[in-house]
């Protein structure tokens, strides 16, 4: 299973950015999905997730500016960033619980991240 993200890129405070996650590989299920960033010198932290369901919680300091949802057909995830802060510069994580096959324990997996930089 692969997870390959994009949309990350420079944008100046106040812009919006999309964050979009595709897995692919052998995949029966995904449960939850999330996106984690990691700024320079500190601990990596959960930003956004959603249940298959579609139940969410958010990090307190992005409620209201992020808005995460997912596609189960496509096995996407998005992250809609909306008035980005220089706070909000990371590396952002695809985060997701597959199993492979109906009868496989599910295993979490990562993407290899994307740089998400709020400067003027």
């Known amino acids: 299973v692969q997870l390959v993200e994009s949309g990350g890129g420079l944008v100046q405070p106040g812009g919006s950015l999309r964050l979009a996650c595709a897995a692919s590989?052998?995949?029966?299920?995904?449960?939850?999905m999330a996106w984690y960033r990691q700024a320079p010198g500190k601990e990596r932290e959960l930003v956004a997730a959603?249940?298959?369901?579609?139940?969410?919680n958010y990090l307190d300091t992005v409620k209201g500016r992020f808005t995460i949802s997912r596609e189960n057909a496509k096995n996407t995830v998005y992250l809609q960033m909306n008035s980005l802060k220089p706070e909000d510069t990371a590396v952002y994580y695809c985060?997701?619980?597959?199993?492979?096959?109906?009868?496989?324990?599910?295993?979490?997996?990562w993407g290899q991240g994307t740089q998400v930089t709020v400067s003027s």
């Open positions: 985060y997701a619980e597959v199993a492979s096959t109906r009868y496989s324990t599910y295993v979490n997996y």
């Open positions: 959603i249940s298959s369901g579609g139940t969410t």
């Open positions: 590989g052998s995949i029966f299920n995904i449960a939850a």
